[in-house]
């Protein structure tokens, strides 16, 4: 099988994507708020961000996925929770008929996979992508990729915790315990990866992808 070509990060290009989805909050009602799983201690911040984001009328609906989430071999211990925390904790902010439930996904890209699924089927045309600051790009581009090769008339946009604390250690990365601020550059490792191997679109197309909207 032939190795994917690498793909090198233009500094600027890099710049402009961040700075475009880090600033591509809705002004306007969407369908839905596509909220992307986090792993234990990584959530903080993110159910206010949805919370608000319903509460404010820029959002119909909150998309979670039928996650089991990730059990370690420690009885009771876990590095990633499932469904059933993610209703419970919604359903203290928001009505629970507001919250729906995608197909069962274990990472970013599975996460939109379901996500883009499911607003093909109920005929959405606008979404919000929630994550930590960190992981939001990454994620932006997956789901620009997968609106691409659905070619779907869809408006993505963006949002995360305006306040983060980069010292905290979170379990991240498929269990390995990291500081936020250590995810910085593994996301930075990750991002070209996953452009070669065609899983996210390139820089250029998220950025082309929000300022066509602007």
């Not at 159910?47 to 319903?54: G, I, N, S």
């Not at 599975?110 to 005929?123: H, P, V």
């Not at 991240?172 to 936020?180: E, L």
Request: with cysteine; glycine share 6%.
């Amino acid at each position: 099988m032939d190795q994917p070509q690498e793909y090198k990060l233009d500094a600027l290009e890099l710049y402009q994507a961040t700075c475009l989805t880090l600033s591509n909050k809705p002004s306007i009602k969407t369908d839905a708020v596509f909220f992307h799983a986090r792993g234990v201690g990584d959530d903080d911040g993110l159910f206010e961000v949805v919370a608000q984001l319903y509460k404010n009328g820029l959002a119909e609906k909150i998309v979670i996925t039928n996650f089991d989430g990730i059990s370690t071999t420690e009885p009771g211990k876990r590095i990633a929770s499932g469904k059933e925390y993610y209703l419970e904790q919604l359903s203290s902010l928001v009505p629970k008929e507001a919250i729906v439930c995608a197909d069962s996904a274990e990472n970013t890209l599975t996460e939109n996979r379901a996500f883009l699924d499911l607003a093909q089927k109920s005929g959405w045309k606008s979404g919000v992508i929630v994550a930590q600051p960190h992981q939001l790009l990454r994620a932006m581009l997956g789901a620009v990729k997968g609106v691409q090769k659905r070619h779907m008339d869809f408006r993505l946009y963006s949002a995360c915790p305006q306040t983060t604390n980069w010292k905290k250690d979170t379990f991240v990365n498929q269990g390995v315990p990291s500081t936020r601020f250590d995810n910085i550059s593994a996301e930075l490792e990750r991002i070209p990866r996953y452009i070669a191997k065609g899983d996210i679109a390139t820089l250029q197309e998220l950025i082309s992808y929000i300022c066509s909207s602007i």
